[in-house]
């Protein structure tokens, strides 16, 4: 594993202790240990099978963990319904029969028409909010994707491939905006990624399993 060194200043909002997580016999950790600090791109690499979704979903408690601590830092969790939004490869999570807003609107109950505005300029869709994924791009769908996270005022952002099905010039396009959101919000995300080139691009740590 490669662990740049972190500044202290910031915030660990997520440490695991001496993780073990196994498919029947099948051990993928054992006494695995991490920290997620603030504001930062934690990049998770590895060969096929080496566990970066398993270990995705199981900080993002989509799957269970089967011996250790999973630590989360009280503030990771104030004021937001969903605490750990996914953005994944394919945009299955997106309800084909609504629009950009409705799909938006799913996850923040009550948002307000300015706080649906400002996120929609915050990931350039405003002139598409009425349409629905059908209409849209492969990068306005991971888009749309990212503007759930922000209106759930989510502190953390877990991707998972979430450029892969891109051509190459969409791809850097989403890197860049990707690279810039995260400037301007300080948010915290945490990608699965296979491409060498997009790990240096936008890594401020990688992981290499």
Not at 90 to 108: H, M, Q, S, Y
């Amino acid at each position: 594993m490669n662990n740049t060194v972190h500044q202290e200043k910031n915030k660990t909002w997520i440490k695991i202790k001496h993780m073990k997580k196994a498919f029947g016999a099948e051990v993928l950790f054992e006494d695995f240990n991490l920290e997620v600090y603030e504001n930062e791109i934690l990049v998770l690499m590895g060969p096929s099978g080496a566990g970066k979704s398993t270990l995705l979903n199981v900080i993002g408690q989509l799957e269970p963990y089967d011996g250790g601590e999973m630590l989360y830092h009280p503030a990771l969790f104030e004021g937001i319904s969903v605490p750990l939004p996914f953005v994944f490869q394919e945009f299955d999570t997106l309800l084909p029969w609504k629009t950009v807003e409705g799909n938006i609107r799913l996850v923040a109950k009550g948002l307000t028409e300015a706080a649906l505005n400002e996120v929609l300029e915050t990931v350039a869709l405003s002139e598409h909010r009425h349409k629905k994924p059908g209409a849209l791009s492969g990068g306005m769908k991971q888009r749309v994707g990212i503007a759930r996270a922000l209106v759930c005022h989510s502190k953390i952002l877990l991707m998972d491939e979430p450029f892969g099905s891109l051509d190459r010039e969409m791809r850097l396009k989403m890197q860049d905006f990707l690279l810039e959101l995260q400037r301007r919000t300080g948010l915290t995300i945490i990608l699965v990624t296979h491409d060498p080139e997009e790990a240096q691009r936008l890594a401020t740590r990688i992981i290499r399993l």
